[in-house]
């Protein structure tokens, strides 16, 4: 199962630009098929309901892994947090439940019989499924980098020199945290585009919480570090310091 999951966020891109094409293609059934075709209609639907069902039962079946793990990516000098094999399931599934909201909206239009409900529900999921797919796509990863840490958001990004950061920081957050809170000893060194409500919580909802927690820790006690970040053979030396920390979440000394 966690090769199908390792396959589905590899191949993100294909998998949503998929879901898309059908999620945008399934309303068009009933200006195609007309009054006249009423079993095409209700085979599709119904295919549509089953894919449905069955991708909500393998999501629920598959969860999300937080491996301790970074994806080394050596052309840009980064180690990246992985994607997130729950958050392009999550896409596909809003998309095609947008598409389904938005079909049974256009029947009503096709029997000249609309309610408001069947205009605002559509509107409502389509909107959940859109920010979803932006999430999915661009995946929103967090960056280790040799000049410090960058991250996006669906309304702007964040990036923090190793300079802004505290010694000593961060402390381990609980296990499986969402977001890991960064302590600035230079916050005027942080810079933000866009709309960031919260430049100081990191993003690590694909990661295991500890383990970006003390690879951080690690490179603001070792600058001497820093410069080999996104390097295969870096990678693997930090790896097997890591290993060697106690598992146990007392923060840093």
Same mark, same amino acid.
């Given at each position: 199962m966690s090769a199908f999951q390792a396959a589905v966020v590899r191949q993100r891109r294909? $998998?949503?630009?998929?879901?898309?094409? %059908? @999620?945008?293609?399934?309303?068009?059934?009933?200006?195609? &098929?007309?009054? +006249?075709?009423?079993?095409?209609?209700?085979?599709?639907?119904?295919?549509?309901?089953?894919?449905?069902?069955?991708?909500?039962?393998?999501?629920?079946?598959?969860?999300?892994?937080?491996?301790? $793990?970074?994806?080394?990516?050596?052309? %840009? @000098?980064?180690?990246?947090?992985?994607?997130?094999?729950? &958050?392009?399931? +999550?896409?596909?599934?809003?998309?095609?439940?947008?598409?389904?909201?938005?079909?049974?909206g256009v029947r009503p239009i096709w029997a000249h019989n609309l309610r408001p409900l069947d205009a605002v529900l559509p509107v409502l999921v389509s909107a959940l499924a859109g920010r979803q797919m932006v999430l999915a796509w661009c995946g929103f990863l967090v960056h280790l980098r040799p000049e410090g840490l960058w991250w996006r958001t669906l309304a702007g990004s964040v990036r923090v020199p190793w300079e802004a950061l505290a010694p000593g920081y961060p402390q381990r957050p609980a296990l499986y945290a969402d977001t890991l809170t960064l302590t600035y000893a230079r916050p005027d060194l942080v810079r933000r585009r866009g709309l960031v409500l919260r430049p100081r919580r990191l993003p690590i909802k694909t990661v295991d919480a500890w383990f970006i927690s003390d690879a951080i820790w690690y490179y603001l006690a070792h600058p001497e570090h820093r410069a080999a970040i996104g390097a295969e053979a870096e990678y693997r030396r930090l790896l097997d310091v890591l290993r060697d920390k106690p598992a146990n979440p007392a923060p840093h000394a």
């Open positions: 294909t $998998v949503l630009a998929i879901a898309l094409a %059908v @999620s945008v293609g399934y309303p068009l059934v009933p200006w195609f &098929a007309g009054s +006249g075709h009423k079993i095409v209609d209700v085979l599709v639907f119904g295919l549509l309901v089953g894919f449905l069902i069955l991708l909500a039962l393998l999501g629920y079946a598959l969860p999300d892994e937080r491996p301790a $793990v970074f994806v080394v990516r050596p052309e %840009v @000098s980064s180690f990246n947090t992985p994607p997130s094999f729950i &958050a392009v399931w +999550g896409a596909v599934v809003l998309a095609l439940a947008a598409s389904a909201q938005i079909s049974s």
